[in-house]
């Protein structure tokens, strides 16, 4: 396991007017389940469809339509649970969360508030190389989602889209230990890596798959570990809850505005209002949406239609012993295995592609030397040409054989960028296209030490400069490389030259 030091979390402190604050922020974070149908229907969960087009009759709830659990939906949850190091509820109950919406067909939402499915549990967030915070899990519960309103296709009316109705979503639900802006979005962007590693929901935010709710307050200095201490909320300030938030970027800037918002309200003497309130990134603010409704405006009440959810432990078992290497022990792995750098291993194993590519590449190889290739010139190059790793022109095989070219010496790092832009633009065979173009280290030594004698024979007063300043013996090994067409190893020249000259 990767060796790190848990840090006690450091509130960004922002100073008031009369005082200084600090922020508490705890999230929930809705994460479309990974499955081919939803919740409660056989209905295809597939992106893109025309509207309408993936919805039973469960989904827009005609009459007389019953819903029944997807187990698969079921696995996908105790999974995460799993990943989460979080307690999984052999029993679980659904519940009805009533409230009236246009894309909500069924007048309720079937979710899980009493009885959840997952407990407790944890997300590691490493803030710095070796440094950790660990952001407690309060629970996971299992909901349907609801469907899609449209507005902007006609001027006068409204539509709705039901394809997403009735898709599985798992509320992850923080407790109260996220301490700023930064914190919070690593904290995001840790859940999504665990989630995708899981194969549990494929993170995409733009489409809504991933969404956070950011629940945003301030206390005086101090308050906080007094919270800490008694578990009591009152020492906590009012908390606000900004809706649906899905970049990084503008989670970090909605809770500086939202948190600088209430700090002015409190120390003009004003109070904070509990309410729902949206982020605009175009005003780079947050604004009102609703009053923040407790869970007896909702009539919450268990669903009459669903049988409690019972599971076997033996199941959970064989999901536990199914468990694929989640980010943290890959990048344990990868810096054990491999010898990487902590900045290096976490690059390589942000997502499974990256990772699985540079093992591929690094098998039976140096390792720091596929990192260096893989990091610089292969991701280099595709985030210039705007591709993916699943994109990538050059394969892991085409990478790792030009690898072996070079640490046989067969060709030199110059010829490697060479042969890194053939394969980029034309393909083929490493091997066969070094062959065909040429491309040959010069690797004998007489060679090389005939045409290095040549050169200081004629070239007294450079050797003279170059004995006073060994920087200036560069220039016989730039000539010497010259000579050679460049394909002399400059190692191998380096040192024949230091030699040569007594340097």
Known sequence: MLDLTYETPKPKVIAGAKHDWELVIGMEIHAQVSSNAKLF?????????????????????????LPVINEYCVEQAVRTGLGLKAQIHLRSAFDRKNYFYPDLPQGYQISQLYHPIVGEGEVLVEMAPGVARLVRIERIHLEQDAGKSIHDMDPAMSFVD????????????????????????????????????????????????LRADVNVSVCRVGQYEKYQETQDFSHLGTRCEIKNMNSMRFIQAAIDYEARRQIAIVEDGGQVVQETRLYDPDKG??????????????????????LPLEIEQAWVDDIAARMPELPDAKKARFMGDFGLTDYDANVLTADLESAAFFEAVAQGRDGKTAANWVINELFGRLNKEGHGIGDSPVSAAQLGGMLDLLSKGEITGKMAKELFEILWTEGGDPAEVAAARGMKAVTDTGAIEAALDALIAGNPAQVEKAKVNAKLAGWFTGQVLKATGGKADPAVVNAMVAAKLGL
Request: with cysteine; proline share 6%; net charge negative.
């Open 162 to 209: 039901f394809n997403r109705t009735g898709v599985a979503l798992m509320e992850i639900v923080s407790r109260p230990d996220i301490r700023g802006p930064e914190e919070a979005a690593a904290y995001v962007v840790k859940l999504r890596q665990i989630l995708r590693y899981l194969g549990t929901c494929d993170g995409d935010m733009q489409h809504g798959n």
């Open 285 to 306: 603010e947050t604004r009102s949406m609703r009053s923040k409704e407790e869970a007896h405006d909702y009539r919450y009440f268990p669903c009459p239609d669903l």
């Open 41 to 65: 229907s056989g209905a295809s969960t597939a992106v893109g469809a025309e509207p309408n087009s993936n919805v039973s009759f469960v989904d827009c709830a005609m009459p007389g339509m």
